[in-house]
């Protein structure tokens, strides 16, 4: 009787297949049932919709994703902890979670919507803001999988220590980040035509006037399907080998920096990028790809290439092999990018013949290096074609380095890093993909 009884309901609810949320914005929540004998179904994440994902480049593509992750923390910043291990314990509308109060990401997915904002917020006033970006990518086996969130989450944490905000517990945040991928799945292109971008972001967003941190923060995640940063040969797809990336052309600059010390340069904090529009812009206009930002102090220690780390490769004159170099982050002026951090570990583990140094890189230097990359989640890594560096004086001459030789190609170096970094993410080589399991968060699918 009993289980006939269990089995009506069953019946019932697979007919049903939905839970109504108590959040009206918040889609109806597929229900996983389990199957006859105990085991849970097996679905998997939809097909990437038919799109031309050959054509989307680092942009909104005309397009927005349906849904996004939208939470809030209001009561007074000073009951958080600045260490992560819990939110706020003000009144919450729903809040940071935190052990006690376990993550509830999918009841805070919601239709992608526009914010609205008092004029007054701290964000719009006083720049009370970070931003984090995080590619989710589909592998040939349909999974899907999001490249170290948990580094994307340790780093706003210390973003938000800096501008203090609320930090957002490092398992709320990636699991977030799951949900929206979820979600969202059928954006996720297909393998090798682009990743799934994730924006989460985390402001101050009450009325305030008094120069000081908000009483209400807003954390939401949205996401837009990408193709590639830079341009790269038209019929080029990403799996096909670096050697489809045309190599950039970087300008230093001479009269903006993009951080100094003391600031806010290592972390991702809203304000960093408005300031830097305008010498990109004139960059361009130069006809350069990117500016290449050095020192505040002595305008001599390279820190940043546009929005990404910057490396060279120094060959050893008389032995195979050589030195791979990367501004060191103690600073405080520079990101630490979590592509950076990948690349430094394979390079350290995987590449018998390379050292390799987190050093100040002084201008002068680039003449014995013979590749230079930049890298970043948006950039992936990118090869440096050539930079050049203007005189500090009027009358002086600037200087070019090239690094490449004759075909524009990426170097050895570059691109075996490249290949690296791609068969973890896209899970084409076993033994690259079980060592370094830990940067993959498999995104689980929607019921059906
Ligand atoms: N530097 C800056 C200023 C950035 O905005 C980014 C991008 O996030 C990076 C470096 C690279 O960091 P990541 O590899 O974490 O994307
Ligand atoms: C990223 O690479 O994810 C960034 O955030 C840099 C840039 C696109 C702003």
Redesign the pocket.
Known sequence: MMSTCLTALIVLLSSLQLVVSKNADTPLLPLALPLRGGATPNPSHPAPKDLDWSTFG?SLNNLKTPYMYLDQLSGSSSHATFDGSGGGSGSLKSGWHNKNNPPKARTLITKHKPLSLEPSSTILNYGQGL????KAFRRPSNEIVIFRPQKNAERCRRGCARILIPPIPDATFVEACKEVVRYNAEYVPPTGKGAL?LRPIVFGSAPKLGVAPSDEYTFCVWCSPVGN?FKTDSNATQTTLLSSVSPITLLVSRSYTRSCVGGVGGV?AVGN?APVFKCQSETKAQGFNEALFVDAKEGQWIEEAG??NFFIYIPHPNKPGGTLVTPPLNNGTILAGVTRDSILTLARAELPDVTVEERPINLSELSSASEAFCC????SITPVGDIHVPSVTEEGEETKFIFYNGDRKAGEVTEKLYKMLHDIMWGEDKRLEKKYADWITVVPPLPK
């Open positions: 680092f931003f984090e970006g995080i971008y940063y991702k990028y929005a990404s970043g989640t948006g950039a």
